[in-house]
């Protein structure tokens, strides 16, 4: 097992420039993220899983049976947060993202990336768990204190978008 805090999600300048076809693009992010399928047990991409993205029109559609790198970085970025969210929550997610940085959608990729695997160093380097120094079970404690953790972040997502989406939740 590879250590989970050093993996690296391709940033949008490493992402390939020519329009990929989908057994392209599956092997791609297969192989790009290989750390998820590998080390957490999550599924491969498929064609159907990109299909789905295609249809909930969080991904374009693709031109010429080809996809482009804005098509890559955000069937990249569903992926990843597909253990975690809902494709509902991960598209209002992704539309709030291109509010906030309409200029550079780049820029809002390789954030997310780097904040992913920021969040993975500090989950799998016990940086960011109640202290655990007094528990009988320290392990356990640390376990414990991150599935409430996610749960909130989970919850937390949840509500922002909700706000985000209904001007009425803002009051």
Not at 3 to 21: C, G, M, N, Q
Not at 37 to 48: L, R, V
Not at 69 to 93: C, D, F, P, Q
């Amino acid at each position: 097992m590879r250590s989970e805090a050093t993996f690296h999600i391709p940033r949008w300048k490493e992402l390939p420039d020519v329009r990929l076809y989908m057994d392209q693009l599956i092997t791609y992010i297969n192989s790009a993220l290989a750390v998820f399928t590998e080390d957490f047990g999550a599924q491969p991409i498929t064609k159907n899983m990109i299909n789905n993205y295609v249809k909930a029109k969080i991904v374009p559609a693709p031109v010429k049976k080809q996809y482009d790198k804005y098509s890559l970085a955000m069937i990249i970025v569903l992926y990843i947060l597909k253990g975690n969210h809902s494709t509902e929550e991960i598209g209002r997610l992704i539309a709030a993202a291109r509010q906030l940085n309409e200029n550079s959608l780049s820029r809002a990729y390789d954030n997310f990336c780097g904040t992913v695997e920021d969040s993975f160093t500090a989950v799998f380097h016990g940086r960011i768990a109640a202290e655990t120094k007094n528990a009988q079970e320290p392990d356990a404690k640390y376990l414990m204190d991150n599935f409430a953790l996610s749960l909130a972040c989970k919850y937390y997502v949840r509500s922002y978008l909700d706000r985000l989406t209904d001007p009425e939740a803002k009051a």
